[in-house]
């Protein structure tokens, strides 16, 4: 039997903006299959996540409109009749950040306030879920972290996407344009932009790996972090959608348990069967931005919702892992296909 | 004797954004007087606060350049030789920013990463002292407020000034780019814009108590506040800029008691002898984006640099009120000037 709050979504207009991204194409599969009217909005800018194999299979059972979400007169058309918002467009880069601030202001702060206030004179009555980050709690003060913990982004990027997080509850509290953040930790899985090292190492890793290369840890491999399967922060996004009791608040969207970089790479150099690794010192753009150990509690998010991380990591590694090895040469550039595989 | 803080300043090349403005214009006094070389620049944008009477007496020993922060190879030019850089530019109106987010985005949040890009790039070795506001912690969940309270905004300002804040924090910590917030709480005395009511209730209190006209007070007038006079907060920015121990900080710098509206306003017109008080509804705009009581502690502040509140509410109010009276055709237009004084 479907769960109530899949059923919630039978016919309901649906957006996802970064609709063809990581995240936001595995959402609109679960999305596509609750039977949703569903609207994919990205601007398809090269680098950043946006591919249309990431519909493949399911592209004939939405629409795709090409828009960039800074564009406000675009926005306020396409945001009119969507019963719900999935708000995953923006940078993900923390390096790219601190190289080009201005950027990463106008796509993940600026384009918040686009979309919002789109919302604000043309859709009131629709619902936003926004993906934060647990970027913005920075180096944490104590593990695993709450929603309690302050907010200290140490990087360019974390700081915009708290403003992009506060304006949300800013809407929903002041103007009752209902809004609700996922301060999502690392997630990982099928579907991910591997074409560079800028968007998380978790699917770095994967893909050196994958083409049996040495994969590089900074330091001696200790800290921690949580990682959360795809599917599963999916469905953190469909419950969300639909549940009231999430309008103005944030929760993490984590992991169930902590491993470290060396443990991680243990269990998916077992997977691949392929691969080593390195231990490297600190680059010093990356220590200079980097937190130590992470890892979120999701505790209440799960009292809120009854979402739980379902996927184990090895399982979900796995599937990560097949995806990638039957899908490469749609997540890697020609250009890049000279190296030895 | 001069206090070692001050002395510091002899000779000291420092620059003041939003210089012509309210706390600017009153740090300029004592910049000028601890014989500092002083470069104010000021956008002089119409309603935001700047005002050449302001400088009204030392006009001939500090520099005038007028410019806007956001101006990136302007900004690149100017700091390039400043030793302390005490950076207030910024649009003030809570209820402005709710109207117009952007307008605030660009002065309050992109500007400062203008500033700092600067800096990072012309000036490494400067100090920034940067003007930030208690409106970053909201609606307060204890009083009295200290630095570990959740920074939780409640309008648009308050998120971009937040925003504006962590990014001097990071450029500290990521580029040794030295700075510090201070977290100002009421702010009141003679320079401060009185021409409308958007810039602090304070402010057009004391004007309306002048123009022997009825001083409204939304609700029962009991929610409380702490107030600091523009010379203490001179005093606070002088400090902090000449000490290392602030670097990557943020301190509150507020009054030393709370006090209601009620008792505020009976103070105020028992020094003017004129006046009234009149207690209405709140106007929806205003209570969406209200806070109840706030006052901080600022005994992090004490400790780190030995500054105090000197000041005393009604001394400050009595200096403030004598201010307006002399000089009241220099803050209000012409145009407002046919109504009955």
């Given amino acids: 039997?479907?769960?109530?709050?899949r059923q919630f979504y039978r016919g309901r207009r649906v957006m996802i903006t970064g609709g063809l991204g990581f995240i936001g194409s595995n959402l609109a599969r679960q999305l596509v299959e609750a039977g949703a009217d569903v609207l994919l909005v990205d601007s398809l800018i090269p680098d950043y996540g946006g591919n249309l194999f990431n519909i493949d299979g399911i592209a004939d059972r939405l629409r795709v409109n090409v828009a960039d979400v800074r564009q406000q007169t675009t926005m306020n058309y396409l945001v009119r009749d969507r019963d719900v918002i999935f708000n995953l467009a923006g940078q993900v880069s923390h390096i790219d950040s601190m190289r080009d601030p201005y950027t990463d202001l106008e796509?993940?702060?600026?384009?918040?306030?686009t979309i919002l206030e789109a919302c604000?004179?043309?859709?009131?009555?629709?619902?936003?879920?926004?993906?934060?980050?647990?970027q913005v709690y920075g180096r944490p003060e104590s593990l695993p972290v709450t929603e309690v913990h302050l907010v200290r982004p140490t990087d360019v990027n974390g700081i915009n996407k708290a403003a992009g997080e506060y304006y949300h509850l800013l809407y929903n509290n002041v103007f009752g344009v209902r809004a609700c953040s996922l301060r999502l930790t690392n997630v990982y899985g099928p579907r991910q932009l591997i074409k560079h090292s800028r968007q998380g190492f978790i699917a770095w890793f994967i893909r050196l790996a994958i083409e049996n290369k040495p994969i590089q840890i900074y330091g001696d491999g200790s800290q921690l972090r949580?990682?959360?399967?795809?599917?599963?922060v999916a469905d953190a996004f469909l419950r969300a959608g639909a549940s009231d009791a999430c309008n103005g608040e944030v929760f993490n969207v984590g992991g169930d348990r902590a491993i470290s970089h060396r443990e991680l790479v243990g269990i998916l150099l077992g997977i691949t069967g392929a691969g080593s690794v390195e231990y490297v010192?600190?680059?010093p753009d990356k220590k200079a931005i980097d937190i130590g150990s992470f890892y979120a509690d999701?505790?209440?998010?799960?009292?809120?919702?009854?979402?739980?991380?379902?996927?184990?990591l090895a399982d979900g590694l796995r599937c990560t892992v097949?995806?990638?090895?039957?899908?490469?040469n749609r997540y890697i550039g020609e250009e890049e296909r000279t190296e030895p595989m």
């Avoid at 604000?120 to 647990?134: E, H, I, S």
């Avoid at 949580?226 to 599963?232: A, C, M, T």
């Fill in 322 to 328: 097949d995806f990638y090895r039957r899908h490469l």
């Fill in 120 to 134: 604000r004179y043309n859709n009131p009555k629709t619902k936003l879920v926004f993906a934060g980050t647990r």
């Fill in 281 to 283: 010192d600190w680059p």
């Fill in 1 to 5: 039997m479907t769960a109530e709050y």
């Fill in 226 to 232: 949580d990682f959360v399967y795809v599917d599963d």
């Fill in 298 to 312: 999701s505790s209440k998010f799960k009292g809120a919702t009854g979402w739980r991380a379902a996927v184990p």
């Fill in 107 to 113: 796509i993940n702060c600026r384009s918040q306030l």
